[in-house]
């Protein structure tokens, strides 16, 4: 997979992406990540990436003419399957939706800045929009962190058996169960004698049981759904 993002802060996104499990990704090449710099694809004298809105109003506006170079420029090079916007206003990013770009070729990440794009932007050059939750960031750099991370993590051989994504809470609709390790017991806090008793079978229906409580106490919407 290849992920392009077009940022005007790229400084923002390189630490995500020089540790852990994202950089062994790109170092075994299961996924290359690449950021560009918005401001390369400036034509003004001041390589500005933003102006005024038209009609007023507080905030500068990002103007469409650098980030269509930038589009134009990567789709000239490939077939990308989704251009993908950072916004407030998109839909909401969840699980299934990680699962289906973790499936993609090329993707092209646009993180917003100020008030947002020219919507002409939106209307003609991006195919989706996405939002990871109802709360506004300076930017979405790190919502193309987040997002990033949790498509990335799904792809096979970026994860050991060990840690696989399968067992992830959400993955079935249910939060995660509660994990321990060790010592069995910490201050008189004992570990549950089920996990102790080496009987995979019991051990599993625990787990089922504990993930289904933990759904229903913390997150009933999930099962509603
Ligand atoms: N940009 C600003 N806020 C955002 C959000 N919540 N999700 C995605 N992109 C954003």
Request: proline letters at 5%; hydrophobic letters at 35%.
């Amino acid at each position: 997979m290849r992920i392009d993002i077009i940022t005007c802060l790229p400084r923002l996104l390189e630490s995500p992406f020089s540790d852990s499990i994202l950089k062994r990704a790109q170092q075994k090449g299961i996924v290359s990540v690449q950021l560009h710099d918005l401001r390369d694809y400036a034509t003004s004298k001041h390589r500005s990436t933003d102006d005024y809105a038209f009609g007023g109003g507080a905030g500068m506006v990002m103007m469409i003419e650098p980030i269509d170079n930038c589009i134009t420029q990567l789709k000239s090079e490939r077939a990308y399957d989704e251009v993908i916007y950072m916004s407030p206003d998109g839909e909401l990013f969840t699980q299934p939706i990680a699962n289906e770009l973790s499936l993609k070729e090329n993707l092209i990440m646009l993180c917003g800045h100020y008030k947002g794009v020219d919507e002409r932007v939106r209307e003609h050059l991006i195919t989706r929009e996405l939002s990871i939750g109802d709360y506004v960031l300076s930017g979405g750099e790190l919502a193309a962190a987040v997002i990033s991370d949790a498509i990335i993590r799904l792809i096979p051989g970026v994860l050991s058996d060990e840690t696989s994504a399968l067992t992830d809470s959400f993955q079935d609709g249910l939060v995660a169960p509660p994990v321990y390790t060790r010592p069995a017991e910490y201050k008189g806090w004992k570990v549950p004698d089920v996990l102790l008793s080496g009987h995979e079978a019991k051990i599993a229906q625990w787990k089922q049981e504990k993930s289904l409580e933990r759904t229903q106490n913390r997150r009933p919407g999930l099962l509603r759904d």
